[in-house]
Every structure is written in structure tokens, then in C-alpha cells.
């Protein structure tokens, strides 16, 4: 099993639908939760922190579910600039080093 | 603005050569920096983890004699792909990690390295 696995999509979705990503993690001793959204050939962009609490940014919404060791990102609204690969991160101390472990990403592409 | 800098962005190296990328932490000290791999359509493969003053830890699979790693300053990281080969091209990102209680984790522009 993966550490961290995620849908690869992609979602194809219109313009202001709204569409919802879950990331699975496999330790359950992990600590910290990011999404970032890489777009191609860029370097990956935090998007936003993951805390117990969820939270909100515009039109992201971030949960962490920990029981189930999942986090999901909900975008609203969609807009065309929304497209990109969604990655999901968790960091965790492993071994005595404090490390960041990325999903494979969620592709999405959203449609006029 | 960018917090972490990467230099260079774009290389292009012969074959059997050393090529060296700079991982800068702009407005912050970074204790810990990160060096991961991406091939096209892939997700990002951690390398090795850098930390100031001490040896980077491989991930298994990493030579360390080939990817050699220095950290010597608290906003400083170097990647060097010695003996450089064609199946090495690709594209090197580097991310520091902020202190305190919610640390967060910002990468580098990103090197793409093309071996000929």
C-alpha cells in the first residue's frame, strides 16, 4: 500500500461546478497536511495547510479526518484557472526524520 | 515573491560531467531542506532530506555518492549530480521547511537538467 495514494483523475468538470479530492495516508502517526497544486512544468504551490479543525480559504475547503487517515480538498465555483495537478502531503517523523511524503496528484481539468 | 530560490532553472551538461544546483531560503532559516526528483507525468520522489551541519539522509535507492548534498548554511542547500548521465535528466526541486508549530514546506522554482 501506498503511503499516501490519491485518484489521479482526471476530473473533467465545467466551469462552477464543484468537485471534492480525498487523499488516503497510511501512517497514522502523521503530523501535518498540506494541498498544493502544481501546475505543468512548475514547481508545486501550497494551497493551503490542513489543520484537525478544517479549514477554509475562498472557495477551498480542506478537511482532515483522521480516524479514517484521510484529508479532502473541496473546490467551489470552479474557475478554467483552477486547472492543475492537485498533490497531497503528509509529513510525518519517520526514523528519527521528519519527512513529507506526495500523493501522485489528482489531475484536473476544468471546462468552459 | 518566492521564499525558497532555485539556481539554475535550465542546465544542459555533457555526458560524465558534475552539474550543481542551489537551493536558497530567501526570509527564512531552514534547518531542514528537501531534494526531490520528478520525470514527466510522475509524482515527486523524495531523494534525501539536507540538514544544516549534519550529513542529508538518502532515501532508499539514492546513491549519496552520486547525489551529493551540502548543507552548509541555514539558508543554504547544494545538489551535485556527479558523473552526470542521460537517464539523470530531469526536473530537481528543492524545499525548505519553515520552524514553529505549523511548519509548511516551500519548494524551489525547480531545475530541469538535461544530460547529452
Known amino acids: 500500500r501506498k503511503e499516501v495514494e490519491q485518484d489521479p483523475g482526471p476530473f473533467n468538470v465545467p466551469e462552477g461546478a464543484t468537485v471534492a479530492f480525498n487523499c488516503t495516508y497510511s501512517?497514522?502517526?502523521?503530523?501535518?497536511f498540506f494541498w498544493y497544486r502544481q501546475d505543468c512544468r512548475k514547481e508545486p504551490k501550497l494551497l493551503m495547510s490542513?489543520?484537525?479543525s478544517g479549514n477554509e480559504d475562498g472557495r477551498f475547503t480542506a478537511q482532515l479526518n483522521r480516524a479514517s487517515q484521510y484529508i479532502s480538498l473541496l473546490i467551489r465555483d470552479s474557475k478554467l484557472s483552477d486547472s492543475a495537478t492537485y498533490l497531497c502531503v503528509v509529513g510525518a517523523l519517520t526514523s528519527g526524520t521528519y519527512k513529507y511524503i506526495f500523493g501522485t496528484g489528482t489531475r484536473l481539468k476544468v471546462l468552459a | 515573491g518566492a521564499v525558497v530560490s532555485q539556481h539554475p532553472s535550465w542546465v544542459i551538461c555533457k555526458s560524465g560531467t558534475s552539474v550543481k544546483i542551489e537551493c536558497r531560503s530567501l526570509?527564512?532559516?531552514?534547518?531542514?531542506m528537501f531534494w526531490y526528483r520528478q520525470f514527466p507525468k510522475q509524482s515527486l520522489m523524495l531523494m534525501a532530506t539536507s540538514n544544516e551541519g549534519s550529513k542529508a539522509t538518502y532515501e532508499q535507492g539514492v546513491e549519496k555518492d552520486k547525489f551529493l548534498i551540502n548543507h552548509a548554511s541555514l539558508t543554504l542547500s547544494t545538489l551535485t549530480v556527479t558523473s552526470a548521465h542521460p537517464e539523470d535528466s530531469s526536473f530537481y526541486i528543492c524545499?525548505?521547511?519553515?520552524?514553529?508549530?505549523?511548519?509548511?514546506?516551500?519548494f524551489g522554482e525547480g531545475s530541469w537538467l538535461t544530460v547529452v
Open positions: 490542513v489543520y484537525s
Open positions: 524545499s525548505a521547511r519553515t520552524q514553529g508549530l505549523r511548519n509548511t514546506i516551500y
Open positions: 526570509d527564512f532559516q531552514a534547518t531542514t
Open positions: 501512517n497514522s502517526a502523521s503530523q501535518s
